[in-house]
């Protein structure tokens, strides 16, 4: 059973998306908290596994619970949704920096919510099961955290699909560089099957979060920072195995440099 805190100062809000996730069957909400020093109480004494949060709020803004939560000692902590009007990438890019693992705006479909609670969830699970076998000896949600912040950097907007079969796309080839070579056979049917879609649609989605991150404007220094001379002007933007390859092979560069 998945144990979620629902945090919103609309209890209308709160009510019908409560009623919706007690009809799912592996979903139990804990607790609803209408503003944000309530959310923290509730974290401590509830201790859920995930937590859909408001961002606008009284008391104490959704920002401001993040952090709050980034400075508990807590036995696990939450998956934590983000759910805002605001389509705003400086506020997204806080809350992701603060901890939150997903970003959605509202209005959204009741049914994507439920899909997305699942698959972090799910996520979590194997997470903490692995460990990447690099002389590191780094921790998974460390790479997660490396693999976000670089995503972040580049541009690429959290709240799209691209967005998320990318970050688990560059997890899996920094841990085996070979399947880079496999992409269409293997790797996308391997992202397809966790999130429950197909291989041509991962492949289309990761294309679009590429070209969202090559044409933004304010991205042109991070671009030139993570591919510098690998990409040539006169050959356009980088293929998806391409972006995936180079982002990994960073990764390692950079891991190997920390223990050498």
Known sequence: MIKVLI?????????????????QGDLQVLGVAHNGMEAVEKVKTEQPDIIILDIIMPHLDGLGV???????NLPAIPKIIVLTAFGQERITKEALELGADYYILKPFNLEVLVERIRQLISNRSINNSKVIS??????SKDLEDVVTSILLEMGIPAHIKGYMFLKEAITIVVNDMDIINSVTKSLYPTIAEKFDTTPSRVERAIRHAIESAWN????????????KSSIRNDKGKPTNSEFIALIADNIRISQKQKIS
């Open 66 to 72: 993040l952090e709050k939560i980034k400075g508990m």
């Open 134 to 139: 690099s002389s590191s000896g780094t921790k």
């Open 216 to 227: 933004g404007r304010n991205n042109i220094h991070a671009v030139h920072k993570f591919f």
């Open 7 to 23: 945090v919103d100062d609309n209890e209308d809000f709160c009510t019908l998306l409560k009623d919706y996730f007690e009809k």
